[in-house]
């Protein structure tokens, strides 16, 4: 299932981050890391980006990169 | 001396900081990646000098982006002595996951955990001791904010610089034996950095790192793919979890969230301002507040303050040489075409003290990111970022705003490529200075649709915006660099009374200082530009006779009157003349209270001449000669104009102008629109200027600029069309250039930012006109038709499908490099 998906309210956790090189790093530096929970808070009111919480932070992600974060369902 | 770094992701309070402890202000905001240059400050505590350097707020320590470059870089070559971590109390697992990296380095760290208050107000209890214990390293708790933990942090400081340290060392496991390895690997002459931390970076692939051992990057790239074979994890996100999993044993052991799952203020604010349905009247609404309040009421504000500019202008050409009847020096023509261009430029100061201020307190709020959310799949389509809002909302979206703050407000687009869109498109937007000149030409030749083509003008230049961003991203902007949108929607924040007015102010200096003196240079190329080479002597001679008429004409009139013997000389007449003129500038510019002090004034300065200026009631040869003057005043203003407009005529930006003529005929223009376009680069408002004062011919038939534009120009509706379709596009100012040099680092893009809108608009304004001329359009059809093209294209190019990267895998880059 990848992060994108989601409805707002979901809690899940990240299986593993399928991006490269730029976002790859930015997305491990803000703490896409395996094991770690995101919730989707929001969509933007046109559907795109949403906005995440992750380590207690909000954050927000247009959804072609959210794509590519793989996650499960806690 | 004590080397100190400062180092700290965005928005954890770091300028806040640094200000607390050296004392120096500095640009703070609440906005991701605003620091992006390096500042330092030093003081000294105790006899010793202490030396902060604002290292650039980073997430990370990697290599990805510029900030993090120059940060590394910085620790690399600088060896500071210490590094002072700022950490955000409130959001402190992911500010350890910086930490961790910055003990790593190798140097002593001395931890400040900002922004107490606000953790204690949501409900964190944080166990300051037991994180020093922990990292073993000092800990101060502050408030930047309140202005709290200062001598605490330089007592941090002090102590740390004497107390031995032992390196820190965080234990990766199954990776240790690679590090080992590596380490090895780097020779004694690679730089003075703790070699541990060096085979690590090495091992992440960190480019700033391996440029600096060229010999062994191709071993331990080697390395990377054994451990990717052998554990199926790549060494990047490895460390990264490691990290996190050190972050997160700190965060469980130390802090104890009270308010767990309960709703903080800013998410309550979001639900009511990133709300489907609320988001977008918010978002108007604060966009309004802010147009009204600058452009509006800012403009009402100069309303104010032009007199003191007039005053100024006033005094000047006072101190300046007197004319001698027509013949006016040219130093004095020089004092006030400068005093014209400075007061043309001073004259916003007002908007932009308000504007700056406001964009100060969005950014210190945190709303800047939030309106990048809302708007970010609109502007996305067009190669922008959602970021690009305020900037173009300043260039002008209603009926007036300026480049310059909108360039300005670029800075803190993460996105390379929409940045550089976003600065050479929002010249393209309704510029303040431009309505003047569309107001001409709309009353002289569209007076019955003049609502209707205002609102055309006002309404297509976004469009026109968004195609030329879009044309840029896909073309000349394409290989820039795009940064992902990944942005921290930082929590809502109150700013403080003192950082915005300062920061206000700050830029408002900055415009005034680099902006100023180079619009000033210009002013001055232009000035030489129109005035040489000057009349021919045939001109002069002619000039002169006709004023010896006008003079000869005075006497005789004045000779009837008893004071006749007083004003039969051309030095007395010229004087009186000019104190005429000055009289009546300073009454105009004068509010009715100062009226008095003027009069009194002029009868203690010039008795004698004030006697036919304000005659007595009861002097009647006075009252002869002061109708006399009026007439004289205003002969000679006529033979002035006159004058101008043949030196005009015959002056090189006129030649130029003249010269341009075969090209620019094919959009209707003729050698006097050239010069006003020409002479508009300096500040907008001189294109108006230049234009009346080439119309008005015969200053004694008294024509509205207007009217005399209308009768004396032999243009038609579709003439003027095509001159505001070129205006729409272009003339940048020099103003505008100047910032988009500033933003963009480079004389290149400034070049291309000067020529690419005045092809555009001349091809435009030449496709209209002549294809006008051919189908035998009106102004206002070939108007409109332009309009809809430019609508009809901005949603054609809208809706053209993204193209992005969104695919993986494929052979490595090694490989595609080699073939």
Known sequence: MCLDELASGTLCRIIKVHAHDALKYKLLDMGFVSGAQVSVVREAPLYDPMELKIHNYLLSLRKSEAKLVEVELV | MIKVALAGQPNCGKSTIFNLISGLKQHIANYPGVTVEKKSGTFSHQGETIEVVDLPGTYSFSSYSLEERVAKEFILNEEPDIIVNVVDASNIKRNLYLTFQLLEIGKPVVVVLNMMDVAARRGMDIDVQKIARMLSCPVVPASGARGEGKEAIVEAIMQAKTTPYNEFKINYEELEPLIEETQALITTDSPQASRRWLAIKALEGDSVILEKLPKVTLAIREKCLDFHRQYDKDVESFLAAMRYDSADVIYHQSVVEKQQGKKTATDIADGLILNRWLSFPILFLIIFLIYQSSIVYGYKLTDYTWPLLAAFKNFIIGISPEADFTQVPMITDFAIWMVNSANALLNYIPIFLILFALIAILEDVGYMPRMAFILDRIFKKFGLHGQSTLPLVLGGAFVGGCAVPGIMATKGIADERARMATILSVPYMNCLAKVPFYTLLLGAFFEAQMA????????????????????????????????????????????????????????????????????????????????????????????????????????????????????????????????????????????????????????????????????????????????????????????????????????????????????????????????????????????????????????????????????????????????????????????????????????????????????????????????????????????????????????????????????????????????
């Not at chain 2, 105009?588 to 002029?602: C, L, R, V």
């Not at chain 2, 108006?688 to 534009?709: C, F, H, K, P, Q």
């Open chain 2, 452 to 819: 209707l083509m205002m609102f055309f003008i006002s309404t297509a230049t976004l469009f026109i915006a968004l195609i030329v961003a879009k044309i840029l991203t896909t073309t000349v902007l394409k290989t820039r660099e795009t940064s992902p949108f990944v942005m921290e929607l930082p929590p809502y924040h109150l700013p403080t009374f003192k950082g915005v007015i300062f920061r206000a102010f700050e830029r408002v200096w900055m415009y005034i200082k680099k902006v100023g003196t180079i619009v000033l240079a210009v002013a001055i190329v232009l000035f030489a530009m129109l005035e040489l080479p000057g009349l021919s002597d045939e001109q002069k001679v002619a000039y002169e006779a006709r004023s010896d008429a006008l003079l000869t004409s005075f006497y005789a009139q004045a000779a009837k009157t008893s004071y006749g013997e007083q004003l039969s000389t051309r030095e007395s007449v010229s004087g009186l003349l000019n104190t005429y003129d000055d009289y009546r500038a300073r009454r105009m510019s004068a509010s009715p209270a100062q009226a008095g002090n003027i009069d009194a004034d002029f009868e203690a300065k010039a008795p004698f001449y004030m006697t036919f200026i304000k005659p007595p009631a009861d002097d009647a040869e006075a009252k002869t000669i002061n109708r006399q003057l009026r007439n004289l005043s205003r002969d000679r203003r006529g033979i002035l104009q006159e004058m101008k407009n043949d030196k005009v005529e015959s002056s090189l930006l006129g030649f130029i102008g003249r010269s341009l003529e075969p090209v620019t005929q094919f959009a209707g223009f003729d050698w006097k629109i050239n010069v006003a376009f020409l002479s508009s680069f300096a500040a907008r408002e001189s294109a108006v200027a230049t234009l009346g004062s080439i119309y008005e011919n015969n200053a004694a038939d008294n024509l509205r600029a207007e009217e005399a534009m209308a009768q004396n120009s032999g243009y038609t509706p579709l003439h003027a069309a095509a001159i505001i379709i070129f205006m729409l596009l272009t003339p940048p100012c020099i103003a505008t250039m100047i910032v988009v040099k500033l933003q963009t680092g480079s004389y290149k893009w400034m070049l291309f930012a000067i020529f690419f809108p005045i092809t555009l608009g001349f091809l435009a304004a030449s496709l209209i006109f002549t294809l006008g001329t051919g189908f035998g359009w009106s102004g206002v059809e070939a108007f409109a038709l332009f309009y809809g093209t430019v609508i009809a294209l901005a949603l054609f190019m809208g809706s053209l499908p993204q193209k992005r990267i969104n695919w993986s895998g494929g052979f490595t880059k090694s490989i595609l490099n080699k073939s």
